[in-house]
């Protein structure tokens, strides 16, 4: 009888072997095989995600997938100046440095994140009463700092991040009041001077579909181009909750007119945000969303890196933000692969026999 019970106990063992290792290992979020990544490689795609430190530091399982799933990262908010020179000519590299790190050990590029920017600004600098001079002082040696630790190390910079009002005006700031709207021509000119092959970026939000601020942003790089101003890429950041999805054929046009320039387009930031009350309905629209988004910019003639602010929901800037809205990222707060994240890669693996 013992002898019998073994025997079907070990019959469905190996009946039932393969499914639960199957259902574990498509639990076990690492296991997404092939890797997003994988299949980017391929594409000769930069795929590359926004990161926390906290959480690189305190969650194994983040770093798991992030390492395994994406070749490329930025620091979310490491690099910026709050952080990066919290007192006037004191520079704190610490936490980004530990990023650029974990991207070194793990075969990552990194894209620097950001260099002249209205928000996350000290309050010794924001609250400074600054002459002309002085403001152009301190804007040029943090520049030449950090890019210059950097150098080598960062492929790409945000440069200039959202220096853009929606009427397509220049954005009313410390650096647009404080200097002029030549700070921008200067911040392009002191990055390539501190690291000649960094690939230097234009950021913005909500340029992606056309507009006023559209049109603004393709003059404004037009220009820089035309006084020889080395910048080279134009980020859409791409922050966009779903209802926006009727707006997306508007995208290639706008990635070709931009490429027309002569420089690149990224897609650096994107998010899509669910409607709180229908999230779990809307992972299919989203994940859609993604997919679009993924295959203009492989269409494209000059789009080389997509990039997701933060992959999973267990860390998003969404929810705290925007009220209302929820799990805007590919991978859930349990760090399982959500249909956006199956749809990138079915996005990737388009085409290309080796990877299916
Ligand atoms: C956001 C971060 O995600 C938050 O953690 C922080 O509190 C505020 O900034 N555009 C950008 C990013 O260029 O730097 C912003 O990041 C999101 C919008």
Known sequence: MAGRAVRAVLIIAVILGPVVVFAVGAAAPGNLQPTLRSVAAARHLVLGTAVRLTAVDNDPSYDDVLATQYNALTPENEMKWATIEPSPHAFDFGPADALVDFAEANGMVVRGHNLVWQEQNPSWLTDGHWNRDQLISLLREHIMRVVGHYRGRVAQ??????????????RPDIWSEGIGPDYIAMAFDWAHQADPRAELFLNEYGIEFGGPKTDAAYRLVAGLRAQGVPVEGIGLQMHDPVETSPELPAL????????????????????????????????????????????????????????????????????????????????????????????????LARGNPFNR
């Open 157 to 170: 910079w945000d440069v200039v991040n959202e220096p853009l009002a929606e009427d397509g005006t220049l």
């Open 252 to 347: 290639p046009v706008v990635m070709a007119r931009l490429n027309s320039l002569g420089v690149d387009v990224a897609v650096t930031e994107m998010d899509v945000w669910l409607p709180t009350a229908s999230a779990a309905a809307d992972l299919g629209a989203q994940a859609a969303y993604y997919r679009t988004v993924l295959a203009d910019c492989l269409a494209a003639a000059r789009c080389s890196t997509f990039s997701t602010w933060g992959f999973t929901d267990r860390y998003s800037w969404v929810p705290g933000r925007f009220p209302g809205y929820t799990d805007a990222l590919p991978w859930d707060s349990e760090l399982r692969a959500k249909p956006a994240a199956l749809a990138i890669r079915a996005e």
